[in-house]
Structures are given as structure tokens and as C-alpha cells.
Nanobody, 127 residues
Framework: QVQFVESGGGLVQPGGSLTLSCTPS????????VGWFRQAPGNEREGISLIELEDGSTYYTDSVKGRFAMSRDNAKNTVYLQMNHLKPEDSAVYYC????????????????????WGQGTQVTVSS
């Protein structure tokens, strides 16, 4: 069983930046991609970014494209989400999870097939 630990959230003013970290805890399974997701009160959990671990290719939903960037540190077995130009609508609990299925490049799996959900980290963007 793999579970991720998310960290790095906090309170930031609009226009500010945060870097979230995602590290697996416990046994490590072979997973092919890691996604970042977020859930705001009253909203469904949404996927916002994905990194394919084979070559580091990244993909973003339109609402964060150009502002957020995923990266990985293989030595630390950690995935990051650099968030810049934050907006109040970015406020949510952020989660990371892994896709155990090898999919065609650029194809994002259904959210309910991701595994390793942690407790998430709260991001609040407010002045």
C-alpha cells in the first residue's frame, strides 16, 4: 500500500507563491504518474496537474496553466507543485495521488483510479 504525504500549504496573499511537496510513505509501488488534485468546500475533487515519471512530462488543467509547475526529484522520491500568481479561487485542500496504470502518453486516468490519497494540505489565498 502506498500513501502520499502532502505538505507546504498555508495562507498566502493573492499574487503570492507556494510550493507543495508530495512524498510517498510506506511501501513504494511501481506507479507511472503522479497527479495533483484539489477540492474546495462544496466542490468535487478536481485534477489540476500530472507528471509522467518516465520522462517528466507534465500536463495542466487550463485554470492553472502558466501559473503552476510540477517537478520531481528522483533522489528524494518527491514531486513538487510550484504555484505562482495565486488567486483566491485557488483556495482548496490539495492532494497528490499516483496512477498505477501505464497509459498512453498524455492520457489522464479517471480520478477514482488514483491511489495513495493522503490527508492533503490546505492552501488559502486571501488578503
Amino acid at each position: 500500500q502506498v500513501q502520499f504525504v502532502e505538505s507546504g500549504g498555508g495562507l498566502v496573499q493573492p499574487g503570492g507563491s507556494l510550493t507543495l511537496s508530495c512524498t510517498p510513505s510506506g511501501f513504494t509501488l511501481n506507479y507511472y504518474a503522479v497527479g495533483w488534485f484539489r477540492q474546495a468546500p462544496g466542490n468535487e475533487r478536481e485534477g489540476i496537474s500530472l507528471i509522467e515519471l518516465e520522462d517528466g512530462s507534465t500536463y495542466y488543467t487550463d485554470s492553472v496553466k502558466g501559473r503552476f509547475a510540477m517537478s520531481r526529484d528522483n533522489a528524494k522520491n518527491t514531486v513538487y507543485l510550484q504555484m505562482n500568481h495565486l488567486k483566491p479561487e485557488d483556495s482548496a485542500v490539495y492532494y497528490c495521488a499516483a496512477d498505477l496504470v501505464l497509459r498512453p502518453k498524455g492520457v489522464n486516468g479517471p480520478i477514482n483510479e488514483y491511489v495513495g490519497w493522503g490527508q492533503g494540505t490546505q492552501v488559502t489565498v486571501s488578503s
